[in-house]
């Protein structure tokens, strides 16, 4: 495949192919982090929460039994390999987290309702991408590398497995895969005794796709001979790479981030034709448009502080066990509820998938 497409269309199609199962799982299991913590707190349901604990269970297990197997090196992931601040991790998480709340959803949601013909996504995916490189590298950068500085550390893995297990002298994929195996039998059994297989299926296909992203980049990065940064999916600063690459293609090289945004939209897209059907949606209320388009450019300035959003770290940091992923999860999931409390005693619930 290398020498036939070349490293970077090889690691955008694996990309790409994950980013399918994922905007799948989003149309046809439903995956979405806001309707599940919209569920958990108003719908009194847990299903849509099972799920995503399987999704990271299973990417968790698969993550450190392939370190065990010698077909990844889980300390060159960017998420243990660079150490990031505790007040970045927690006030980015609160920031993504009220803004997808007032959004409507999530960078990954977003693209799953684009896919499925929503326009009002377009623009607030526009906005996210913009918000998210003004702070990443734009007039704000300066001020982001000053007050929350990111310091590598490739002497270390910052990560609880590898902590621990240093620390009581066994291996961290021990560790990783136990955890990862209590994550997929509780949510597994809960949704099996509720006879709920769909979401079953696609937590397990999604963290399939999330684990699929470690091992393609970091096969690539120990074969290739470019400097591939080790990642898996994430969608708020690569939406913002996927608008640079579609307007000045020619000085860019595609790489896994954007194949997972187009991937996304290609699998929300056939997902939709076999659920409901594809159909246009517009915006028909400019005061909601733009209650969304603030809830955008929160989560842009959020995810870049947290280094990553509710998929990034939700999903593939949580799943490394990296050391600032549950902070940031956590304080995703307050700045959520806050915001859809404060829209509950408003003017009604954001909308999810």
């Not at 470019?226 to 000045?248: C, K, N």
């Amino acid at each position: 495949m290398l020498d036939l497409l070349g490293e970077s269309w090889t690691i955008t199609l694996l990309g790409l192919a994950g980013g399918i199962v994922l905007g799948l799982a989003a149309r046809l299991g439903r995956l979405c982090t806001l309707g599940m913590i919209e569920d958990v707190h108003y719908g009194n349901e847990r299903f849509r929460l099972w799920m995503w604990v399987v999704a990271l269970g299973v990417a968790m297990c698969a993550n450190f039994a392939a370190e065990a197997a010698g077909l990844i090196r889980l300390h060159q992931a960017i998420y243990l390999y660079n150490g990031f601040t505790l007040s970045g991790a927690a006030l980015g998480g609160l920031m993504f987290g009220y803004g997808m709340a007032q959004a409507g959803n999530c960078g990954f949601g977003m693209l799953a309702r684009l896919g499925g013909g929503d326009l009002r996504a377009l623009v607030i995916a526009l906005v996210m991408g913009v918000a998210a490189y003004a702070m990443l590298s734009g007039p704000l950068a300066a001020m982001r590398e000053r007050l929350f500085p990111i310091e590598p550390h490739p002497e270390a893995a910052q990560g609880w497995a590898h902590l621990v297990g240093s620390a009581i002298g066994v291996p961290p994929w021990t560790l990783g895969v136990a955890v990862g195996l209590v994550l997929v039998l509780a949510a597994g059994l809960a949704l099996a005794r509720t006879r709920r297989w769909k979401e079953l299926f696609w937590g397990s296909a999604a963290g399939a796709a999330i684990s699929g992203g470690f091992l393609a980049t970091s096969w690539l990065a120990n074969t290739g001979f470019e400097p591939w940064l080790v990642q898996s999916h994430s969608f708020t600063a690569p939406v913002g790479d996927t608008i640079r690459y579609t307007m000045t293609s020619s000085g860019l090289q595609p790489d896994f981030a954007i194949g997972s945004v187009f991937g996304v939209l290609i699998g929300a897209f056939l997902g939709s034709l076999i659920r409901d059907g594809f159909r246009w949606e517009a915006c028909d209320d400019p005061r909601e448009l733009k209650r969304q388009m603030g809830g955008a450019v929160l989560m842009g300035f959020g995810a870049v502080l947290a280094a990553g959003c509710s998929v990034g770290q939700g999903l593939s940091a949580l799943s490394l066990l990296s050391f600032h992923a549950p902070v940031v999860a956590l304080t995703i999931w307050a700045g959520a509820w806050l915001g859809l409390r404060q829209l509950i005693m408003g003017h009604g619930l954001a909308r999810g998938i």
